[in-house]
C-alpha cells in the first residue's frame, strides 16, 4: 500500500481530483495507468477526461497474462 502514497497525497491536501486509468500495455503485456489531474475543486472535469479516453482506448475486455 505504501508504495502508491507518495504520487496521491499531494492532490488529498490541496483538493485536486485525481483519477488514474489504464492507458496501454508493456511489452511483456502489463497494463501501464495514467493519472489525470484537474484543477481545484474541478472533479466532474476530471471525469468527463477519463470517460473520454475510455472511449476512444476500450480495455474492459484484455487482462494481462501472468505466468
Known amino acids: ?3 502508491w502514497i ?3 497525497y499531494p492532490f488529498n491536501l490541496t483538493g485536486h481530483p485525481a483519477a488514474s486509468i ?3 500495455w ?3 503485456g ?8 484537474g484543477r481545484r475543486l474541478d472533479d466532474l ?3 468527463q477526461v477519463s470517460q473520454a479516453f475510455e472511449e476512444l482506448k ?3 475486455d ?3 497474462e501472468f505466468n
Open 1 to 3: 500500500m505504501g508504495a
Open 6 to 8: 507518495p504520487f496521491t
Open 22 to 24: 489504464p492507458c496501454g
Open 26 to 28: 508493456s511489452k511483456e
Open 30 to 37: 502489463l497494463p501501464i495507468g495514467m493519472q489525470i489531474v
Open 45 to 47: 472535469t476530471v471525469l
Open 58 to 60: 476500450p480495455w474492459q
Open 62 to 64: 484484455r487482462r494481462p
